[in-house]
């Protein structure tokens, strides 16, 4: 449930979409300085520090660097002074702001000066764009409680606690509230990013989504592109289009409570028949359910395929509970998912994913909202555990899985000869709010899909590694064996999520489709994101193993 999770590079856009784009509008007024906080100067902290070793990898522990040094900032000042300098010196630069990523893009060999925003988190409302303002360090936690304890509104963006605002808007920013509210991005306002021109001058930009602004389209890319390819982002704005008023009128609200329920089916009890019911099920409900406009808008849920030596698959799920019938929607829709299986459902009693245990929401329980997002946030053993490693896939559904898909499903699911309870297809919510919107509204191409999915699996001996990146392989690549080992995009499926990156889609050895990377994660939205890398970072300054390519590349 990782929502987001790229590393922190911003991504910018051209300021109109030519065939060989414009030079970049000049930058206008500086933005303000973020409230609160106190400014630490500059801090380089460098090997040999005792700090190093903790600012040189992030949550996955299969992706470390040895940088040169860490250059933590405080402002938007010092990025633009460590970026002019690392220009100069010709270092080769990556941004951490959460530090999720689920690829090396952050952290590997190549890279010679870590820029570490996790320092600049402010959160706050301004009154000169009528937007709130969140720095790029922010965490998902620290947005919901400061947002909603001082405003009563809330960005609808991803679930675990400690993902960063930088990378995560930027891919597009999917959460719990996405069928009811859609991304967060679609809420995007306004972003300031550092960007270096082609004469090497590294200055700072904001743009917005207002329709006469020159950057419009650095705007743009910043609603789903994903990070590492134009600049660095420091701040963003949030206001939902066409909102007007006060301060608590200008994102939406979410739900004062909400139900949350946890219930699971013992593989023990599962025949290939009652797993494949229980599947069919839930894409059903979820291709019956997947425009907004109906009472199951505030309903999310997650369907975790665990491996069978978990001992069970179980199913979360979230209600709004203000509806006056919310209770006996809920009802309804766990009768949805388990009509025609035989097998009875009970307590999660095993882990789920990054979530542990469950039992006590085998009954459904009533909570204030915020209460239910402190406690799916943090109640996750995965995100704390210093010996993490993993690794992950995904795919979008625009309908259901194809019997011979489901067949593969449950044959590497049951495999006998690789073991792993925290290995897992995860079936996760889409639709509603998201597809209200065209392809090319923002740069989150995928706006027609019913649902999306997680592969994964997570371990922690390093010896493991080649036991558990060989299992997803086989897995993903079995399952879409007739398109090329990928989900190209075609009537069933539609590529896959950016913020949820895999290099093995860049390899031709293992992506045989001949829809590249790039079609995966952005479709008919790469040529423009190709003319944004040509005007904003002629010079690829800001590159990783699948940023965006400059035109010709």
């Not at 972003?191 to 389209?217: F, K, L, Q």
């Not at 946030?377 to 194809?402: C, E, W």
């Not at 008919?524 to 002629?538: C, F």
Request: glycine share 10%; charged share 20%; with cysteine.
């Amino acid at each position: 449930m990782l929502a987001g999770t790229s590393a922190v590079l911003g991504a910018a856009a051209a300021a109109s979409v030519g065939a060989a784009g414009p030079a970049p509008a000049a930058p206008g007024p500086a933005a303000p300085a973020a409230p609160g906080g106190t400014p630490f100067g500059p801090v380089t902290v460098a090997p040999g520090d005792a700090r190093y070793p903790d600012l040189v990898s992030g949550m996955n522990q299969r992706w470390s660097a040895r940088p040169e040094a860490v250059q933590l900032v405080d402002s938007t000042e010092r990025v633009v002074a460590v970026v002019q300098q690392a220009v100069r010196a010709g270092k080769r630069v990556s941004i951490r702001s959460g530090g999720h990523c689920y690829e090396d893009f952050a952290y590997n060999a190549e890279v010679q000066v870590v820029i570490d925003m996790s320092e600049m988190t402010a959160v706050y409302y301004d009154e000169q764009r009528a937007a709130f303002a969140v720095e790029a360090g922010a965490t998902n936690l620290h947005v919901y409680e400061r947002l909603y304890k001082a405003y009563g509104v809330v960005l609808p963006a991803g679930v675990c606690y400690s993902v960063g605002a930088g990378g995560h808007v930027s891919g597009g920013g999917w959460g719990l509230l996405a069928r009811k509210y859609g991304l967060a991005a679609d809420h995007l306002h306004a972003v300031e990013v550092v960007v270096v021109d082609r004469d090497g001058t590294a200055r700072a930009v904001v743009a917005t989504r207002e329709a006469g602004d020159p950057n419009r389209e650095l705007w743009w890319a910043h609603t789903g592109a994903g990070g590492g390819s134009f600049g660095v982002i420091t701040r963003y704005w949030f206001r939902t289009p066409g909102a007007t008023g006060a301060p608590g009128d200008l994102l939406p609200k979410p739900p004062a409570e909400v139900y949350l329920s946890a219930v699971s089916w013992p593989w023990e009890q599962l025949t290939e028949s009652s797993f494949t019911t229980l599947v069919r099920n839930y894409a059903a409900w979820h291709a019956a359910h997947a425009t907004a406009g109906t009472p199951y808008d505030g309903l999310f849920a997650n369907f975790n395929l665990n491996h069978r030596s978990n001992g069970e698959i179980s199913l979360l799920t979230q209600m709004d509970a203000t509806r006056p019938d919310s209770r006996q929607l809920l009802n309804v829709f766990l009768a949805d998912i388990t009509e025609g299986v035989d097998v009875p459902h009970g307590a999660a009693t095993a882990p789920m994913g990054e979530h542990g245990p469950m039992p006590e929401y085998a009954t459904p329980q009533r909570l204030p909202w915020l209460q239910a997002t402190r406690y799916l946030g943090t109640t996750n053993h995965i995100l704390v555990d210093p010996t993490l490693r993993g690794d992950q896939k995904s795919a979008y559904m625009r309908k259901g899985f194809p019997d011979g898909q489901l067949r593969k499903i449950y044959r590497h699911l049951t495999r006998t000869d690789f073991t792993n309870p925290g290995a897992m297809l995860l079936l996760s919510a889409y639709g509603g709010r998201v597809n209200s919107l065209a392809p090319g509204d923002t740069a989150s191409v995928h706006r027609d899909s019913i649902f999306k999915l997680l592969y994964q699996t997570y371990w922690s001996a390093p010896e493991d590694d080649a036991r558990n990146i060989g299992w997803l392989r086989e897995f993903y690549e079995d399952v879409y064996a007739e398109t090329g080992g990928v989900p190209v995009p075609n009537d069933t499926t539609d590529g896959c999520y950016v913020n949820y990156p895999d290099i093995d889609l860049s390899d031709p050895g293992r992506n045989t489709s001949q829809v590249p990377w790039s079609t995966l994660y952005w479709g008919s939205n790469y040529p423009r994101l190709q003319q944004v890398k040509a005007v904003w970072d002629p010079r690829d300054f800001f590159r990783h193993g699948q940023s965006v390519r400059l035109p010709g590349k």
